[in-house]
């Protein structure tokens, strides 16, 4: 029989090695066919032989792939590999099929502990992305003349060349993917032969006949293996393997050679699992260097049981249907039509992913590749999320994490969703806790974004993506605990105890009460009162104090006791309060910017804070203002802060706006340096803080600039230019426009369309409450409160009772 009549060692029958493309549906079917057609005992598959146990989990039915087997060291969770299966991937069928025929089957690659430690030996560390002993995959690139590095990197693209094509992926759909069925024994293992032909002549014309050192241990394991195999099973023994392994398994090496190559490796401990794997990660897109193209076409490939472009394309526009484009019957057929074509005219055998995809172009996408693009992320690529048994071994951190994900029907999923919660609602709540937690353990599976329907406390949005690697970030974070809210816990009284700065701390504490830790929020706490009680820069006391004022907030909406937390923070800012004025003297431009942030941080935390936030501390907010007064009027104080200063008592109503104008007059008097003036004006009005509206509404402030910036010399102009820039590029493009036509009235003309006979030019006498309550309907419907009674308001912003800030 072809593949098994060469002979073994001791003139034994030779194995029957079915050498495969990793995730091809062809290889895939043609494994099974020649499976079938041979009847193996043993079926030996190219992976990590510590998995052999794991091997009748396959049989499942909770088994789902896309899957793989994670190996991990012992020591040191990080160092890992993958090796995903799919469907469509041959070693998948041959496991399958050994299962269902009650066939052995073992794994017959380098044991992980030693290419985990080899790994480690070289530094690679990084690497755990990819799959140990990646095989070559198809790519693109022009092979002629390609050195033995590249034939082994990108093999398949040399054939591809070799057979006048350009385009590997569609050299291998066109000869594999498309092949049809054939019948006889012969026709089953008629590819393999042909391929092993093939890559045989490849590696023969490597340097010297040699190549990568990995390989030839790896594959000397293997001979070892195929010969015990021969040894001790009764029947043909069949390997599934890398196409480029095939030549050297079947070269005819003595035992003892290959034991020499195997001598003195390095090992270490290993743990392997299942895990749920993506079709995403199975790609080369999303970093897998052994990944395809297109694991959602090919998963389409292999269970087309027949017609596969009309059901591809019926799947294309189901989807864009749902998109909301119009996509009908008629599109569909007049697509396959024009997809059939192409192939023709191209000279394949079946219409493939080009073809369908330029048929999808042009008949359902108008020309348009918005809408191919997609289709190329939910359908070509896929965002298939495997599923593992629950018996599969697991960390105790992980089987927790299953178990609260179960309990909070949490379930991951592999697509990017965005997600709201809702803080008063016990799953939504335990939900967030979760997602905190598992970000402090490292475990990304969430990321906060901006909630669009409020900016209150009781909601949070979540961009949420479960990727394969998080499986290794649990197992890493097992070392801290056996649950999930143990093993936060833990790490996060460890990062306080390494945190570099008070920032740190607070940034800690406050994650603490997002997570719901509160045994790690006391020793946290007791850390950071220590910290700030000897911290002495004005700068770290300012970053500190926004995070801890912001965790008052979300203690009120989760129910946590924050009376430690509070007197602290009013204790912080006390000490900025002394502090800031003489840390703001003499700052260079770099600085005084910095410093410019760090009074908006400051200036938001004491408004969020109040005034009775903390027993002692009353008078928050009037000793702030205070301290604003004191850097508005100090003239060592950079131009950039005073105008803040200035800017921030205004709009707390803590200035008047005369008192404003004549803080402006005299920064932008003839005395003051130009640089000085323009620092002053973006202090004032910069810095996306509304500075545009309120030029746009007092025009005495807008007229007060509009002289001083006519008033300034040439030679000082190009020097204040960039500053000024800087500052009115930052307004929306309506006020800039706005503000552009104020200016080209002139001052008699503004004068004219303002209000007479106000203290503010541009504001009305007094509050027209007839015309506020004008808004209230609408506002009670966007807030979804049309069924309450109508209310009106003092204006005040506190009649709209129930309406979270």
């Known amino acids: ?333 007049e697509a396959v039509r024009l997809a059939r074509t192409l192939a023709v005219l191209r000279g394949r055998p079946l219409a493939g992913l080009v073809e369908t995809t330029d048929a999808v ?147 800690l504490a406050e994650r603490c009460l997002l997570a719901g830790l509160p045994d790690a929020l006391t020793p946290v706490m007791r850390i950071l009162a220590d910290r700030a009680a000897l911290d002495t820069d004005v700068g770290h006391l300012a970053r500190a104090l926004p995070a801890l004022v912001r965790s008052l907030r979300y203690g009120d909406v989760r129910g946590t006791d924050t009376g430690a937390l509070a007197e602290v923070a009013a204790g912080l800012a006390e000490r900025v309060f002394v502090g800031l004025p003489a840390a703001c003297a003499a700052l260079d431009a770099d600085a005084a910017d910095e410093m410019r942030g760090h009074v908006d941080a400051v200036h938001g935390a004491v408004g969020l804070l109040g005034d009775t936030s903390a027993p002692g501390h009353a008078g928050l907010r009037s000793r702030w203002q205070e301290v604003l007064r004191t850097l508005s009027a100090r003239d060592i104080v950079p131009g950039v802060v005073r105008g803040r200063a200035v800017r921030l008592l205004l709009d707390d109503g803590a200035l008047a706006a005369d008192e404003a104008a004549r803080f402006m007059g005299l920064a932008l008097s003839r005395g003051t340096p130009p640089a000085d003036a323009a620092a002053w004006i973006e202090g004032f009005v910069g810095g996306g803080s509304g500075g545009g509206l309120l030029l746009l509404h007092d025009e005495r402030l807008l007229a007060l600039v509009d002289a001083w910036l006519t008033g300034v010399a040439g030679d000082a102009f190009t020097e204040v230019l960039p500053l000024l820039r800087r500052t009115f590029a930052a307004y929306e493009p309506g006020v800039r426009r706005s503000l552009g036509e104020l200016v080209r009235r002139g001052p008699e003309a503004r004068g004219r369309v303002t209000t007479a006979g106000l203290g503010i030019p541009g504001f009305a006498a007094g509050l027209d409450t007839e015309r506020a309550d004008a808004v209230l309907p609408v506002v009670r419907l966007l807030l979804g409160l049309e069924g309450n009674a109508p209310a009106r308001t003092g204006l005040d912003g506190n009649d709209l009772v129930g309406v979270d800030a």
């Open 1 to 333: 029989m072809t593949g098994t009549d060469r002979g073994g060692a001791g003139g034994a029958p030779g194995p029957l090695l079915l050498g495969v493309r990793h995730h091809g549906p062809g290889s895939a079917r043609a494994v099974r066919a020649a499976l079938e057609a041979a009847r193996p005992g043993v079926v030996l598959i190219e992976g990590p032989p510590e998995a052999d146990a794991l091997i009748p989990l396959a049989a499942d039915e909770d088994m789902r792939p896309p899957v793989a087997l994670l190996a991990h060291a012992v020591d040191e969770p990080g160092r890992s590999a993958f090796w995903p299966l799919a469907e469509f991937s041959p070693e998948w069928a041959a496991l399958r099929w050994a299962l269902e025929h009650d066939v052995p089957a073992r794994f017959i690659d380098l044991p992980a502990a030693h290419s985990l430690a080899w790994r480690s030996e070289e530094d690679t560390e990084g690497e755990d992305a990819e799959r140990a002993g990646e095989e070559p995959q198809a790519g693109p690139g022009d092979p002629s003349g390609a050195s033995a590095p590249e034939l082994r990197a990108d093999p398949l693209a040399a054939l591809a060349g070799a057979a006048g094509h350009d385009d590997p992926e569609r050299w291998w759909e066109d000869v594999v993917e498309h092949r049809g069925h054939g019948g006889g024994d012969g026709a089953a293992l008629a590819p393999f032969t042909a391929l092993e032909e093939a890559m045989g002549a490849l590696r023969e014309t490597e340097e010297g006949g040699g190549h990568d050192g990995r390989d030839l241990v790896r594959e000397a394991y293997m001979r070892l293996q195929v010969r015990a195999a021969q040894r001790d099973f009764v029947g043909a023994v069949a390997v599934v393997c890398g196409a480029w392994h095939v030549p050297a398994l079947r070269r005819k090496v003595t035992a003892t050679a290959d034991r020499a190559l195997l001598k003195g490796l390095p090992r270490t401990k290993v743990d392997l699992t299942w895990v749920p794997w993506t079709y995403r990660r199975l790609s080369r897109s999303g970093g897998y260097g052994a990944g395809i193209e297109s694991p959602g076409w090919y998963a389409h490939l292999f269970g087309a049981a027949d017609r596969p472009v009309e059901r591809w394309l019926t799947k294309v526009a189901g989807l864009l249907r749902e998109e909301g484009r119009t996509v009908s019957s008629a599109h569909v057929i």
């Open 361 to 507: 172009r042009a008949v359902m996408c108008d020309g348009s590749d918005v809408p191919l693009a997609l289709v190329r992320d939910r359908l070509v690529v896929g965002d298939v999320l495997g599923e593992v048994p629950a018996g599969a071994p697991a960390v105790p951190l992980q089987r927790d994490l299953a178990r609260v994900q179960r309990r909070l029907r949490f379930k991951p999923e592999a697509r990017r969703e965005e997600l709201e919660l809702d803080l008063r609602k016990d799953t939504d709540a335990g939900r967030s806790r979760l997602l905190h937690r598992l970000r402090l353990l490292g475990v990304g599976w969430g990321e906060p974004a901006a909630s669009r329907g409020s900016t209150g406390t009781f909601r949070e949005t979540w961009r949420l993506r479960w990727d394969p690697e998080l499986s290794v970030r649990v197992a890493e974070a097992g070392v801290w605990g056996t649950t999930v809210l143990a093993a936060a816990t833990a790490r996060a009284e460890a990062d306080a105890v390494t945190a570099r700065d008070l920032a740190e701390v607070t940034a």
